[in-house]
Nanobody, 123 residues
Framework: QVQLVESGGGLVQAGGFLRLSCAASGLTVSSYQLAWIRRAPGQDRVVVGYISRGGGVTWYADSVRGRFTISRDNAKNALYLQMYSLNPEDTAVYYC????????????????WGQGTQVTVSS
């Protein structure tokens, strides 16, 4: 059974930092492109960043570029997201996701999702 489990979410003040982690089981993450996808209440899912299988290619949504850093550790079957300079607009549920469609910023192209972790940024 494929399972992706996020951790590290919480409440942080504007300007703060959080590091999200995702532990995968039931699949070998080195075979997948990995992404962090967020969904704010009443809004569509948005891929905020993705990373290629070997970690050599990363992409970020304009809204987070320069503030977020995505990384992976294939040996640990893990995915990470460092979030700096957080602002209230970053408040959302954050999901880690894996997919076979590479270099995609379309949330629908990711086959496996975690349960999500809540990130709340206060003013």
């Amino acid at each position: 059974q494929v399972q992706l489990v996020e951790s590290g979410g919480g409440l942080v003040q504007a300007g703060g930092f959080l590091r999200l982690s995702c532990a995968a089981s039931g699949l070998t993450v080195s075979s997948y492109q990995l992404a962090w996808i967020r969904r704010a209440p009443g809004q569509d899912r948005v891929v905020v960043g993705y990373i290629s299988r070997g970690g050599g290619v990363t992409w970020y949504a304009d809204s987070v570029r320069g503030r977020f850093t995505i990384s992976r550790d294939n040996a640990k079957n893990a995915l990470y997201l460092q979030m700096y300079s957080l602002n209230p607009e970053d408040t959302a549920v954050y999901y880690c996701a894996a997919g076979r469609r590479f270099y995609s910023s379309n949330a629908g192209d990711y086959e496996y999702w975690g349960q999500g972790t809540q990130v709340t940024v206060s003013s």
